[in-house]
């Protein structure tokens, strides 16, 4: 039955023969390749809720008389889009879930991208040929940020909508043409009507059209330049080494996509997130303590706190106090992130190709200029919280704020040097971070002491299995005498032809393990020893 | 090319795909080493996963119980939880221990061309096209231009309708001359509705509730000898009489990001921003002292009218809240 | 490929990690502190059913609040209540200001220079109700605000006390009452676990840097719309999503969602994934780069990289 089905598809859009490509695409297993998958899937959840949000959610400032069954509400005027998140929250069955796992998803999404980007800026997977991706990547984070930050807006309660208001005045403060952009965006001036529809389907649809977008031209470009990998005895510029995608990452992938789901619904159970009954309607005279934005808002809102008064006033003219913090400063950050790939390229003077990522260790100066960047920001997140921190720790607010500026100077200058060293001294031992053997310490009867190595613990010994290659152009056969051929399909047993094509031998991939074997793998270029007990038969081109 | 071994290989025909020996393959593979699973012990591996997937059926259909009886949010999430983390954990065991363990490779092709293939891509492309577009110059500008004035006028639906312009809206309030000082009920307020240390926030009366004509009405102190609060010097002949009787009137739009400062600190007599903590002294003109407010909040101009009432002078000298490029030094 | 026991090791002690640290972190930030509020109510109950008014009437209760204040408070306050170096006169100033210092422990100080902090309260109902009698029998009423005796707020709207409360109340108290640093080392304490009567005494009498609303400001039903707002549903939030976290929003929410959400995804991709080779036995030591040529101070300087030209095909 379902070989009739396949034979009827197949007849008609040809799978079997590009197909086979996909089935034999190899994946790099390291967990850290993973981390990407976290931001795709919980982007999935995302599109997922947000699609059951989209069917109650009423994306209008027009006041209406709550009547719902909120008491603390009930009789008092509040936005449509207010009212009907309420809806969602007590009179929809499942509505609370979904806004919950919308939230939470959200969370995980941008947190995702960050350390997934993180992953990658220390690897140095950005380089040459993956610019274009990290650029993708770059702008997807941009987005994400953005898209968030509007999403948790579109409640219309009286903490994001304070988080609306410092927005207009953000958005005025560009030099030039910010009160024209300001009131078109708004529609007028603040408050106007407008905002919530328009943030409603900038939210649920522009920007999710061009993420869906970006996201697929992201993986695209990894389908084609092929993932990289961690230096390896198997594993060379000229290969991939991994899981197959047929069946082993499929179930891999598929297993991580429940995990998340699973972990998105867990704290959905346990952790409240957004209470917007809590906060009430926005009101534009009104306002609340402890008004942070969301974590990923959290960089943002510390420099603006932290920002001395400083103000541009001359020829008539004014550039305010929040351009600084608020669009200089985001400006520079995404604009050196999105052009890292290149001032790296210029900084090291390499413009070669990468397949092969650094550990982080061996690139100390990048790993430090990386931390240091980072805890700069990691800073500015923290300052976002002053007031709760004040208030927790029991220290006066004007010293928690005083510290704050001066620790996003002298922390970045403090964790250069440090993580620096840390490199260099994780570099000089090449076993740090691995499990040593143990050593037994023996005394003999005269008291003198030896050590002798343990025995090797389960886990120590692993087996070592060489990669078999996929690659289209190979068949296998049961049985062949020896005959030894590299994955482009020249015979490596020869020797000499090994340089045929330029295409060196792929480490490992086949073996000489069988009794009869009439002559021993030439040298292609490196002396590793292969293992391995199948054969391939001679393929000619 | 390789060379012959004594195995005969047939050779292509031309325009033909190469072909490949094909021979059955099943049972070569599954000697491999890497087609074995990892599992020491499978049937111990094949019983997690199921049990994986029983928890899994167990949490979706808790599910179901749940929604059908409109447990609460606690019980949706739980069982939706479980199960798929169940339906993960299984998927994974099966993944990591059950199926073939690998490693498996395959070539890495660059993905640049050769020189070869970029030269005939770029010969098609510039042969062709240059039929197309030599000696063609005028049309070539004429298009230019008609695309450059679509560009231009484009940018007029999508920017210009979005929204009015902001012309002088920003530089005034409602507050006028005369007007009177409602709270948001519409109530107006007299001397003595506040006690010392008290405040309220207050509107004009044909705009209450409005977002930049809001402003906090604060009894500082009581009425003081010389019947208004001194302002700092260099106010001092402004507003002189701009704070009668112990009672002062500021925006309550901060100048920072335009969050209402409803934060008053009765001893210490200063107003507190919320949002970024900005921290402006209600005896000094309300000048920032503290945070990254960068102006004073603009102060209203009150006097008392014969039967008590508050009233404004006027409105506010000033634009409110936070600056913009035309604001220069208003 | 796999290393089960050093895989499962590690990651017992990062979820260990992750779930002492999520632990920690929901157990500073608090859930909902309801209990404290429960049990002042019933006290509540009490003080609202006593009849007696702040006028004296009774010699011997006047002896009573005399001996408290002259043990407790005329150290600082003086011995009539007249005030001193280190404390404010407490003539005239109302039944309400002195209950509501003595019930929420800010008075007495634990020592002489302490700042008032909330601690349970030194005396009981009853000692309580004492000393207010006395001080406010020293001079007449001067029309600051007595005791509220028999305070009602079951007919109280909390809609229309919740919107004032936005409006008054949330800038310093946050919109969940639960508290805030403003500046100068002042703080707005939490609304949790006080009675109605210290509510309403407290939005009468602007305690310390709070502002004072008197009924010129808030009416007294306005008033009593506040008391029942904060009593029923800043003390017990409708809250069914989870643990609230402390109330202080997305402060919280994302140290929840970077170390347990995040932290919980981590961990499930270190199980799925593989390590580095870095446990093999290497054919390098480590300072070889991936093409097999010596690299030995490590700093990867490859200025060659893999060239596209060689890994085209022929």
């Known amino acids: 039955m379902i070989d009739a089905l396949f034979n009827w598809l197949d007849d008609r859009l040809g799978i079997s023969g590009s197909g086979r490509k996909m089935l034999n695409k190899i994946f790099p297993d390291h967990w850290s390749f993973l981390i990407g998958e976290i931001a795709l899937y919980s982007f999935i959840v995302l599109l997922g809720t947000g699609v059951f949000l989209t069917l109650y959610f009423v994306p209008s400032s027009k006041d209406v008389i709550y009547e719902g069954s909120y008491a603390p509400l009930r009789g008092q005027p509040v936005s449509e889009a207010f009212a009907s998140t309420l809806n969602l929250s007590f009179a929809v069955r499942g509505g609370l879930l979904m806004r919950q796992m919308h939230h939470w998803a959200a969370n995980i999404f941008v947190g995702s991208i960050v350390v997934h980007m993180l992953r990658v800026f220390f690897t140095g997977a950005f380089r040459r040929p993956r610019e274009l991706n990290w650029i993708v990547g770059s702008t997807l984070l941009i987005l994400a940020i953005f898209n968030g930050f509007l999403g948790y807006s579109l409640p219309d309660d009286l903490v994001s909508g304070t988080g609306i208001r410092i927005s207009f005045s953000i958005v005025e403060s560009i030099p030039l043409i910010g009160s024209y952009m300001a009131f078109f965006l708004f529609g007028g001036n603040f408050p106007g009507n407008s905002i919530i529809p328009r943030f409603f389907i900038l939210h649920v649809l522009i920007l999710p059209a061009i993420m869906v977008g970006l996201l697929s031209a992201h993986l695209g470009l990894l389908v084609r330049q092929k993932h990289t990998q961690f230096p390896g005895r198997d594993n060379t510029p000229r290969n991939v080494v991994g899981a197959p995608l047929w069946p082993t990452f499929v179930a891999k992938t598929t297993g991580f996509l429940l995990l998340i789901v699973a972990v998105t619904a867990g704290l959905s159970a346990l952790f409240q997130i957004n209470p917007v009954w809590l906060y009430g309607p926005y009101v534009p005279y009104k306002v609340s303590y402890a008004v942070q934005p969301d974590w990923y808002m959290g960089w943002l809102d510390g420099a603006l706190r932290i920002m001395p008064s400083w103000e541009i006033v001359g020829f008539g003219h004014m550039i305010p106090n929040v351009f600084f913090p608020a669009i200089l400063l985001p400006g520079i950050t995404f604009g050196v992130l999105q052009l890292w790939p290149f001032i790296e390229a210029r900084l090291t003077h390499d413009y070669a190709d990468h397949q092969i990522l650094d550990r982080p260790r061996d690139r100390p100066k990048r790993t430090a200029f990386g931390a240091a960047v980072f805890s700069f920001y990691f800073v500015l997140f923290g300052a976002s919280a002053t007031d709760v921190l004040a208030n927790y720790l029991s220290i006066s607010l004007n010293v928690v704020l005083t510290s704050f500026r001066f620790l996003a100077i002298i922390v970045p200058l403090i964790v250069f040097p440090v993580t620096y060293r840390i490199c260099k001294e994780m570099q000089a031992v090449p076993t740090a971070g691995q499990r040593k053997r143990a050593n037994i310490v023996m005394r003999s009867a005269e008291g003198g002491y030896t050590t002798v190595p343990a025995e090797e613990r389960p886990g120590d010994a692993v087996p070592r299995i060489v990669p078999m290659p996929l690659d289209e152009d190979i068949e296998f056969v049961p049985e062949m005498a020896g005959v030894l051929v590299g994955s482009d399909g020249t015979v490596v047993g020869d020797g000499g032809a090994a340089g045929n094509g330029g295409a060196a031998g792929n480490g490992g991939a086949t073996g000489d393990g069988a009794p009869g074997e009439s002559s021993p793998p030439a040298p292609t270029g490196d002396d590793r020893p292969r293992g391995g007990v199948f054969k391939v038969p001679r393929v000619y081109r | 090319m390789p060379e012959d071994t004594g195995t005969p290989t047939p050779s292509p025909e031309p325009g033909e795909q190469p072909r490949r020996l094909r021979i059955p393959v099943a049972s070569a593979r599954a000697d491999a080493p890497q087609f074995q699973i990892a599992a020491g012990n499978p049937r111990r591996a094949e019983r997690l996963a199921a049990s994986g997937f029983v928890l899994a059926a167990a949490g979706f259909a808790g599910f179901g119980a749940s929604y059908w009886q409109n447990y609460s949010n606690f019980w949706l999430a739980i069982t939706l939880a479980v199960g798929f983390a169940g339906l993960g954990y299984g998927m994974v065991v099966w993944a990591k221990f059950l199926m073939p363990r690998g490693p498996f490779s395959e070539s890495r092709h660059s993905v640049a061309p050769t020189p070869a293939q970029r030269e005939m891509f770029i010969d098609d492309f510039a042969s062709r096209g240059k039929v197309a577009v030599e000696r063609r110059s005028l049309l070539v500008k004429t298009l230019g231009l008609a695309s450059g004035i679509l560009g231009v006028v484009l940018a007029f639906p999508l920017l210009r309708s979005l929204g009015p312009l902001p012309g002088t809206t920003l530089r005034k309030t409602a507050w006028r001359r005369g007007a009177y000082l409602v709270d948001i009920t519409g109530r107006k307020i007299k001397t003595d509705d506040l006690e010392v240390g008290g405040f309220i926030t207050v509107f004009p009366p044909d705009d209450i509730g409005g977002a930049y004509s809001q402003t906090m009405l604060i009894r500082v102190d009581p009425p003081p000898v010389s019947g208004y609060l001194t302002p700092p010097p260099q106010f001092a002949e402004q507003r002189a009489t701009w704070a009668p009787q112990g009672y002062i009137a500021f925006s309550k739009v901060c100048t920072h990001a335009g969050c209402p400062v409803g934060l008053y600190e009765e001893l210490t007599k200063k107003m507190l921003c919320p949002c970024h903590q900005s921290l402006f002294d209600v005896t000094d003109a309300a000048i920032p002292i503290f945070g990254p407010a960068p102006r004073p909040l603009p102060q209203l101009p009150l006097y008392i009218d014969e039967e008590g009432y508050f009233r404004a002078q006027d409105g506010y000298d000033e634009p409110v809240g936070p600056g913009y490029w035309e604001r220069g030094n208003d | ?314």
């Open chain 3, 1 to 314: 490929m796999t290393r089960p026991h050093a895989l499962w090791r590690g990651l017992l002690v990062s979820l260990a990690l992750v779930v002492s640290a999520s632990f920690v972190g929901v157990f500073l930030l608090g859930g909902g502190r309801d209990d404290l509020s429960l049990a002042s109510s019933s006290a509540d109950v009490a003080a609202a059913s006593l009849t007696s008014r702040d006028s004296p009437t009774d010699a011997s209760q006047l002896a009573a609040g005399r001996t408290l204040f002259v043990e407790n408070c005329s150290t600082c306050h003086g011995i009539s209540a007249e005030g001193g170096d280190r404390a404010p006169p407490l003539l005239g100033i109302g039944g309400a200001t002195v209950d509501l210092w003595l019930s929420s422990g800010w008075m007495p100080l634990a020592e002489p220079s302490a700042e008032p902090v909330r601690k349970p309260a030194k005396f009981d109902r009853a000692q309580v109700l004492e000393i207010v009698r006395y001080v406010t029998s020293l001079v007449p009423s001067t029309g600051n605000p007595g005791i509220p005796f028999g305070l009602d707020i079951s007919h109280a709207d909390v809609a229309e006390g919740f919107s004032l409360f936005a409006l008054n109340c949330a800038p310093c108290h946050t919109i969940t009452g639960a508290g805030d640093a403003l500046a100068d080392g002042i703080q707005a304490p939490p609304l949790h676990g006080v009675t109605k009567t210290m509510v309403w005494e407290a939005i009468r009498t602007g305690p310390g840097n709070m502002p004072r609303f008197g009924p010129g400001t808030l009416s007294p039903a306005q008033v009593v719309d506040i008391v029942g707002y904060v009593v029923k549903n800043i003390q017990h939030p409708v809250s069914p999503g989870g643990f609230s976290l402390g109330g202080v929003g997305p402060v919280a929410e994302g140290f929840v969602g970077l170390f347990v959400g995040v932290g919980a995804c981590l961990l499930a991709a270190l199980w799925i994934g593989d390590r580095s080779e870095g446990g093999q036995e290497e054919d390098n030591d480590g300072h070889e780069d991936h093409d097999g040529h010596e690299d030995p101070d490590g700093d990867q300087d490859a200025h060659h990289g893999d060239d596209p030209r060689e890994l085209a095909h022929a």
